[in-house]
């Protein structure tokens, strides 16, 4: 916030600079590049080993659901073996976003895909043992498409702001009260990353091109411009980006039909998560092997999902496999390696096989009665991915 002293003794306070200049600094190029990297510092490295909390009492670890983003494995195990120190039994599979990756014997990704009947994006979880994936060509190329897609996202989200795109940047305006000044600052900072992702292209992780980028951009400047100001530009960016997902043409997805046919074929396995963001999936019947119950971002129906899952399993003929029951903790590495001061608090709370649900005396009950329990499903997922 600047104070600017004007000709009648009053004084303006400015939270944006007056005059914000268009042209890429040297101050500029070294945040693009800080916030674009994916080496970690020192205090970094030590901020991802460090859990907030140790689970002595857990010792069955299952986990088929989070997000390593650019932290290295190394380091993520340390922290696994800091946080479960006691643990005897375990599942993890590791699924970033349409990229497949693995954690000892297992891989997994978190594929978007196209749910045609309903017209809307869903997501899937793939898991396969690390045998299976060796020569999956098919599958590789499908979820290259899809992350080059999805990261193109970034693009029209950066082009509504600079163009700009008229009605949307009325809309979202008018949702958060951002004023002329605030849009104005925005539009001339996206320019400048515009401008730096061209001029530095093979210069840049293809995990930083992700809608991410933005909103980390203007937190470095939480120093520069305190905090009231860059929420006030997060809210603001953060209409802009629900405005521009909603006209992205989903179709150039692959349908989720497609991916489940081609996971089947390779001896693979299928679970939908964020139940509640994607009622509609539960109703089309996929050939899934499960579904997540509870997830941070969905607690609200969880005992009733349990019970819908134990009918529908009480139903199933002799031959047929038994739908399996997931908690996912969807922890994001990345957000770990942040400063303090600049976490998203409810991110960066989570914690790879941290779930809650599982000891809740509630949600417990139902699991009991079905003979349902981390080691229960750890068990039987293992011997699926096996099969």
């Not at 060509?137 to 029209?156: E, I, N, P």
């Not at 038994?322 to 303090?340: A, Q, S, V, Y």
Request: net charge negative; with cysteine.
């Amino acid at each position: 916030m600047k104070l600017i002293k004007k000709d009648d003794n009053t004084v303006e306070c400015r939270q944006f600079p007056a005059e914000a200049s268009e042209e890429i600094t040297e101050d500029d190029r070294s945040r693009f590049f800080r916030v674009v990297s994916v080496d970690l510092e020192p205090w970094q490295v030590e901020q991802v080993l460090t859990p907030a909390k140790v689970h002595v009492r857990q010792e069955a670890l299952l986990a088929v659901h989070w997000h390593p983003e650019f932290v290295p494995m190394e380091h993520i195990r340390k922290r696994i073996d800091a946080t479960f120190p006691n643990r005897d039994e375990e599942l993890l599979i590791p699924t970033q976003h349409n990229v497949l990756m693995s954690y000892d014997g297992h891989s997994g990704v978190e594929v978007d895909c196209y749910a045609s009947g309903f017209h809307r994006k869903v997501q899937l979880l793939l898991h396969f043992t690390n045998d299976k994936v060796k020569e999956a060509g098919v599958l590789k190329s499908m979820l290259a498409h899809t992350f080059k897609y999805r990261s193109s996202q970034l693009f029209d989200f950066m082009h509504t702001i600079t163009s700009p795109h008229e009605e949307r940047i009325n809309k979202a305006a008018r949702s958060t009260g951002a004023d002329q000044e605030l849009i104005e600052f925005v539009r001339i900072n996206v320019s400048k990353i515009q401008q730096l992702l061209d001029d530095e292209w093979t210069n840049v992780p293809r995990l930083s091109v992700k809608n991410k980028l933005l909103r980390n951009w203007f937190d470095s400047m939480r120093p520069e411009l305190g905090d009231n100001a860059v929420d006030r530009v997060q809210a603001y960016l953060k209409a802009v980006k629900k405005l521009v997902k909603q006209g992205f043409n989903l179709k150039f997805f692959y349908r989720a039909s497609e991916i489940i046919e081609e996971v089947r074929g390779l001896g693979g396995c299928v679970v939908i998560p964020h139940p509640e963001q994607f009622w509609p999936i539960l109703l089309r019947n996929y050939d899934v092997d499960g579904i997540e119950v509870w997830n941070p971002q969905s607690q609200e129906y969880t005992e009733f999902l349990i019970s819908v899952v134990n009918e529908q399993n009480s139903r199933r003929r002799n031959h047929e496999r038994d739908m399996l029951i997931f908690m996912g903790d969807d922890c994001h590495m990345g957000e770990k390696t942040k400063p303090l001061d600049q976490q998203d608090t409810a991110k960066a709370a989570r914690e790879i096989g941290v779930q809650p649900a599982w000891d809740d005396l509630s949600i417990r009950k139902k699991l009991i009665v079905n003979g349902i329990s981390r080691r229960s499903v750890i068990r039987e997922y293992k011997e699926r991915l096996a099969g």
